[in-house]
């Protein structure tokens, strides 16, 4: 590094945003993320005995990846090298590789690469660093806001170790607010600010977990805010309020949010708890989710979970999609409300998917008898010649419009697929069946 190089990364480092420059340093700055970095958990003592091999790290912005990253740069004695996957190419791995062989040749030294973002690189250039990870060249610390299950080469996950990271509990947040404003060397205690317990708080709850979102919004009250009479500035809850406008939700649409939350939804509506099913379609819908893809999941959970114990459900449901489409949002909240809410509060039963289960999987195990002669198409000629038809009862010249007969094929004349439940409507169905047994 030249002294032009060294000016710009102080300039640069003075210049960053609160959040990077307060960045720990060391395992024990560290706030949160106990249940890995625990002074008895596996990752804190790789990283303290410089013994880390490769991993992963999983989780929401602002829960402190690239900072762990950073920490083990400084702590390591091995090379320590960083790309980001949304701009590096092959040409920079083949840099990183190169120097890495070189390294650990003519020092024995490791070398570790810390690739942020490692979900943006492709399939081709995960497999490129597969052969060096496996030979030891490099120790792979890669991050990532994305299910790694979904987004990582299985065979890089094969060889790392995957720590998951969560969101920073309300009073992690608030330590590293007040750690903000007082710090005069990394933080803004330079400029004599103090934040109100309130304000703390606000920004705590408002920021859902993410340091860097909290962080923010601290430095633009700061920076923004004049001083009082007392020479200092003071960080109300007002000012707090304006420095964040929106409650940031942690959803992404292609991601594990998206799935999480979905899966939720259709939980809370199975096990009959509407307060929770309103509240996660709240969710998707102020994340931006597609109405047509929450409608399209009511109506399978109306079928598949309600069925014939409300068949009113799935009436609702329908109407409820169709209507959604054409209103629109915002108006759509309302009548998707009104269609989960009605779905969540209906009797549950089901014996639909049970009985379509178990007929379907009859059907592709089994042996398939011929239908029963009396059951066949008789309405062409010849048809009665063959016997198709012949015997057949039509119900509705019997008492009660029912008369019994044998449907289901020969040898299956006793199964039964449609176990009713006694649950709403479906208690009337059962007594219907049962009165006719009789």
């Known amino acids: 590094m030249d002294l032009f190089d060294y000016m710009r990364e102080q300039n640069q480092e003075r210049e960053a945003p609160l959040a990077s420059r307060l960045r720990p340093s060391t395992?024990?700055?560290?706030?949160?993320?106990?249940?890995i970095l625990g002074k008895d958990k596996l990752l804190y003592r790789?990283?303290?005995?410089?013994?880390?091999?490769?991993?992963?790290?999983?989780?929401?912005?602002?829960?402190?990846?690239?900072?762990?990253?950073?920490?083990?740069?400084?702590t390591t004695r091995s090379q320590f090298r960083q790309i980001n996957a949304t701009s590096a190419g092959k040409k920079d791995m083949e840099d990183v590789?190169?120097?890495?062989?070189?390294?650990?040749?003519?020092?024995?030294?490791k070398t570790?690469?810390?690739?942020?973002?490692?979900?943006?690189?492709?399939?081709?250039?995960?497999?490129?660093?597969?052969?060096f990870v496996e030979d030891g060249t490099l120790i792979l610390i890669g991050a990532t806001t994305e299910n790694p299950y979904f987004e990582v080469n299985g065979a890089l996950l094969s060889r790392s170790r995957i720590f998951e990271l969560k969101p920073l509990e309300k009073a992690d947040v608030k330590e590293l607010i007040y750690r903000a404003v007082s710090d005069r060397e990394k933080g803004m205690g330079?400029?004599?600010?103090?934040?109100?317990?309130?304000?703390?708080?606000?920004?705590?709850?408002?920021?859902?977990?993410?340091?860097?979102?909290a962080l923010n919004a601290v430095e633009l009250g700061v920076l923004t805010t004049e001083r009082s009479s007392d020479g200092q500035i003071h960080i109300d809850l007002e000012t707090a309020q304006e420095c964040i406008q929106k409650r940031a939700v942690r959803y992404d649409r292609q991601g594990d949010n998206h799935y999480d939350t979905i899966s939720a939804?259709?939980?809370?509506?199975?096990?009959?708890?509407?307060?929770?099913?309103?509240?996660?379609?709240a969710r998707m819908l102020y994340a931006g989710e597609d109405i047509r893809f929450i409608?399209?999941?009511?109506?399978?959970?109306?079928?598949?979970?309600?069925?014939?114990?409300?068949?009113?459900?799935?009436?609702?449901?329908?109407?409820?999609?169709?209507?959604a489409e054409r209103v629109g949002m915002p108006e759509a909240r309302i009548i998707l409300a009104q269609a989960a809410l009605y779905v969540a509060s209906a009797p549950k039963s089901n014996s639909v998917v049970r009985a379509i289960g178990e007929a379907m999987d009859a059907v592709e195990h089994e042996p398939s008898p011929p239908v029963p002669a009396h059951l066949q198409d008789s309405h062409y000629s010849g048809a009665q010649k063959l016997g198709h038809g012949n015997g057949y009862r039509y119900p509705h010249d019997y008492p009660g419009h029912y008369v019994k007969q044998q449907y289901l094929p020969d040898g299956m004349e006793d199964r039964?697929?449609?176990?009713?439940?006694?649950?709403?409507?479906?208690?009337?169905?059962?007594?219907?069946?049962?009165s006719l047994k009789e």
């Open 27 to 35: 395992l024990d700055e560290v706030v949160g993320q106990k249940h």
């Open 46 to 74: 790789a990283i303290q005995a410089d013994q880390l091999g490769s991993v992963i790290f999983y989780g929401p912005p602002g829960t402190g990846k690239t900072t762990l990253a950073r920490v083990i740069a400084n």
């Open 97 to 109: 590789v190169k120097e890495a062989k070189d390294t650990l040749g003519m020092y024995g030294r």
């Open 112 to 131: 570790i690469l810390f690739v942020d973002e490692i979900h943006r690189f492709n399939r081709g250039q995960q497999d490129y660093l597969l052969p």
């Open 190 to 213: 330079a400029y004599r600010a103090c934040i109100d317990e309130d304000a703390a708080e606000f920004l705590a709850d408002a920021a859902g977990g993410d340091a860097r979102s």
């Open 265 to 281: 939804f259709i939980k809370s509506m199975r096990g009959s708890d509407p307060d929770a099913a309103v509240y996660y379609l």
């Open 295 to 323: 409608a399209r999941r009511i109506m399978v959970h109306a079928a598949e979970d309600v069925g014939n114990a409300d068949p009113q459900a799935l009436t609702v449901a329908v109407s409820a999609a169709q209507a």
């Open 416 to 434: 039964k697929f449609y176990h009713v439940s006694d649950q709403g409507y479906e208690a009337q169905i059962r007594r219907y069946l049962d």
